[in-house]
């Protein structure tokens, strides 16, 4: 039996509830048995309430509560007729309740079927009493078991057009807001990209700059350390400072080039599993006390990117990922095929991100770490992005982090 599901249920009051009210007010008002009786009385009311009441409550809006509730709506009308004359009772005409009430909710089929269950639950008072019937009531009686069929029928085909309707709306709505996802996405991914090209330049400028006076000081230290004589233990522990801190500094300055020089692919068929490996073991060297997991895909096909720029953008989320754990926890490396896509998922059970933070990590120097830059995840965003991938992340605090990397295998394997 083919069922749509019943309005929502909430209101108690609806436009068309008080047409039923009405309609149902109308047949007793206007009927020619002007005192029903008690008995009559009760059951026509009864009627009138499971009619409205029933789409608000949840147990008969399952299927077994809808066949219930249209069987208590003919019996009620069944017995509504029987205590007003039968067959020829003037109040034959709910017998459309339960029929309207099936073609509303369920298909041609079932409609059909509760249209004949009622026609012959008001025919069977034939059986029941002995009456006379001439032509012109035989036809009368055809004529009501047509137009119950009619109105089911009539009404099934309305209540069709209107679910598929509510349908195409809905598919619409599902579309706008997936469009409108994408459109969010994409005006993100243009205002990183600006602020990447704009930081980019920036980077690059002071670089360049402080390459210079930065070699002057090295050598000025180096060439202090050896003119001083050997006793002078201070004059050689400060040249050691300055040489140090210009080997950070020159270090961090390197790191601004690798962000803002333009990056050029070196394309090559590349077996994913092996570039994931030598970044595992970069990062275990450099985080001994994590274990790192490996669950690959077996059957993910070599396909084309650069090994050597994909091996530092796993070393870099390997390497966070250990460090956001705990001592002795794991993180695990994940790899899938997806649709033409290749997935890794680089996965800890450590501090996890804030909320607040969660949109500014790939952003260049943004970093919640004390001695951080912040550099870090804005190139393995960028390689990613010369990649033609993406990368995401998600995120919940004091429960750990899931970075995902998604690459083009397709794109990228028959690029020139």
């Known amino acids: ?82 205590t007003t004359g039968s067959l020829t009772s003037h109040y034959w005409i709910v017998m459309a309740l339960p029929v309207i009430a099936a073609a509303t909710a369920l ?4 409609t059909l079927a509760v249209a004949v269950a009622a026609s012959g639950g008001w025919l069977s008072f034939l059986y029941l009493h002995e009456y006379y019937l001439d032509q012109d009531d035989v036809n009368a009686l055809i004529g009501s078991v047509v137009f119950l069929i ?39 991914a243009i205002r990183r990209s600006d602020r990447l090209a704009a930081l980019g330049q920036l980077s690059a400028g002071l670089a360049h700059e402080l390459r210079n006076p930065m070699g002057t000081i090295r050598g000025s230290a180096e060439m202090l350390a050896q003119a001083v004589a050997a006793e002078n233990e201070v004059a050689h522990e400060m040249a050691g400072f300055i040489v140090a801190e210009v080997e950070r500094a020159n270090s961090l300055i390197t790191r601004f080039l690798q962000f803002a020089r333009p990056i050029e692919l070196r394309l090559e068929t590349a077996d994913l599993a092996q570039t994931l490996d030598r970044a595992i073991a970069l990062a275990e060297r450099e985080a001994p006390g ?28 390997v390497l966070n990922a250990a460090q956001a754990s705990p001592a002795g926890g794991a993180v695990t490396v994940k790899t899938r095929a997806d649709g033409g896509m290749a997935e890794v998922a680089v996965i800890d059970r450590g501090s996890g991100i804030r909320p607040e933070n969660r949109n500014n990590i790939f952003n260049p120097f943004f970093t919640t770490k004390p001695s951080g830059v912040g550099l870090g995840l804005a190139i393995v965003a960028k390689i990613v992005d010369e990649h033609g991938g993406k990368i ?22 028959t690029a020139s």
């Open 1 to 82: 039996m083919k069922r749509v599901d019943a309005p929502a249920t909430g209101r108690w009051i609806r436009p068309h509830d008080m047409v039923v009210w009405a309609l149902l007010a109308a047949t007793l008002i206007f009927s020619a048995t002007r005192d029903p009786g008690i008995q009559p009385l009760a059951a026509f009311l009864a009627l009138a309430a499971v009619q409205v009441a029933e789409p608000r409550i949840p147990v008969l809006n399952s299927g077994r509560g809808h066949t219930a509730a249209l069987l208590v709506k003919i019996a009620l009308a069944y017995l509504l007729i029987g």
């Open 107 to 110: 298909g041609l089929g079932a």
């Open 150 to 188: 009619v109105v089911g029928v009539l009404t099934n085909a309305l209540a069709e057009d209107l679910r598929a309707q509510k349908e195409n709306y809905r598919r619409t709505a599902e579309q706008l807001a997936q469009a409108n996802r994408q459109l969010h996405a994409a005006e993100d």
């Open 290 to 317: 994590i274990s790192v997991y490996r669950n690959y895909q077996l059957d993910l096909p070599a396909f084309r990117f650069d090994a050597e720029l994909m091996e530092r953008v796993f070393y870099n989320l």
């Open 392 to 413: 995401t992340v998600e995120s919940e605090p004091g429960k750990g982090s899931v970075f995902h990397v998604l690459l083009p295998m397709e794109r990228l394997t």
